[in-house]
């Protein structure tokens, strides 16, 4: 998984966009972010209200993809 990630001041990186497969997804706010002991996760929103957590393994840097939820549609 290729994410795009902004470093901050403090040299902490935050996800700015990655892609599934060829999709591009544009980060639109990060909800939360939380560390485990080997992993830091980050719950983001798209443009449209969908949500994604992606997981970085701290040792490699390696992003994965744990969770997705469509906006529900009223």
């Known amino acids: 998984m290729r994410v795009e990630c902004y470093a901050g001041y403090r040299g902490e990186e935050t996800p700015r966009r990655f892609y599934l497969g060829l999709r591009c997804i ?3 706010s990060v909800v939360d972010r939380w560390l485990a002991p080997d992993h830091r996760y980050f719950k983001l929103a798209d443009a449209e ?3 994604y957590i992606l997981r970085q393994e701290t040792a490699t840097h390696r992003w994965a993809l744990t969770s997705f ?3 529900e549609l009223t």
């Open 69 to 71: 939820t469509v906006k």
């Open 49 to 51: 209200g969908n949500r």
């Open 26 to 28: 544009e980060v639109a």
